[in-house]
């Protein structure tokens, strides 16, 4: 009996070994004893508390509050007079010096010793008549800034989740805090990292979010001849030749509208799969290691 293309390209899937999952960190406040310090709890990460006025140009002196002193990031209860706890889950938040919030100048920062390609943290509110706006920023390892992530304000007992994600892996700081455009006193909770294999980048990705789209290419636009932010060939340069590489069928073009291309045939997608499949395990040059 004749295989349905489903069937084909399943059936040629189940041959292709299985990659390394990623892992997921989860430091819970919660799961510590009262007072307990987290600066190295995790062997993947670091914590510490960094002073973001003092020295504004994170992470050149990750960990140095003020120097040569380091103030413990700590497990500590939270709770509101009125009845409840600050938190996003039980009854503690990251802490320092028993102060349970984190401002500008409190901020927790982390240092990732593994790939890492997500950062989430819980951003919660802490005053009634006062609004206060979480930010998460994150950096590579030379202390580019990759992202940042700002929170709609929120008030007391209201969470946002500050997060974000780089399907690069190339994610080795990271620091959240109460942005100063708002009430300083929104505190931190339920700490979430992925670490572990990363997601290949279309080398036409140039801003590596996991996307090719019109951002990419405008970004090619402002770096040709000038810089080599959209140097997807790794010449060294951004010109013609990285263009190129940026696909031209089947994505969202600049205006954000969808570049069309001609369709192949179902039959003709199917033994398409199967071949992109076929290839994966038969790739010329590698070899695969059996335990």
């Not at 919660?124 to 990759?146: C, H, K, M, N, W």
């Not at 951004?238 to 089947?250: H, I, M, Q």
Request: glycine share 8%; proline share 8%; charged share 20%.
């Amino acid at each position: 009996m004749k295989l349905s293309c489903l069937r084909l390209v399943l059936w040629a899937a189940s041959l292709v070994p299985s990659a390394a999952s990623a892992a997921l960190t989860v430091i819970e406040p919660d799961d510590y004893a009262e007072g307990a310090v987290l600066n190295n709890v995790s062997p993947l990460m670091q914590l510490r508390i960094y002073d973001g006025v003092v020295y504004p140009n994170f992470p050149q002196h990750f960990g140095v509050h003020p120097s040569p002193s380091v103030i413990p990031v700590t497990a500590n209860e939270n709770p509101d007079i009125f009845g409840g706890y600050f938190t996003s889950t039980g009854t503690k938040t990251f802490g320092h010096a028993n102060i349970n919030f984190a401002p500008e100048s409190r901020q927790l920062a982390m240092r990732f010793l593994a790939p890492t390609t997500q950062v989430s943290v819980d951003f919660i509110g802490t005053e009634r008549l006062a609004e206060q706006i979480g930010v998460l920023e994150v950096f590579d390892s030379a202390g580019a800034l990759l992202d940042t992530f700002t929170s709609s304000p929120v008030l007391a007992h209201q969470v946002s989740t500050l997060s974000l994600s780089r399907p690069a892996g190339d994610i080795a700081y990271a620091r959240a805090f109460s942005s100063p455009a708002a009430s300083p006193f929104g505190t931190l909770d339920n700490l979430r990292v992925t670490t572990g294999p990363s997601t290949p980048v279309d080398p036409a990705d140039f801003d590596a979010n996991g996307r090719v789209d019109g951002e990419d290419l405008r970004r090619w636009k402002t770096n040709f001849g000038a810089k080599d932010e959209a140097d997807a060939d790794g010449d060294g340069d951004s010109d013609g030749a990285d263009f190129l590489k940026w696909p031209r069928t089947n994505r969202t073009g600049a205006n954000g509208a969808t570049v069309s291309a001609a369709v192949p045939e179902p039959s003709m997608l199917c033994l398409a799969s199967v071949a992109a499949v076929w290839l994966t395990i038969h790739r010329p040059g590698k070899q695969r290691r059996t335990s």
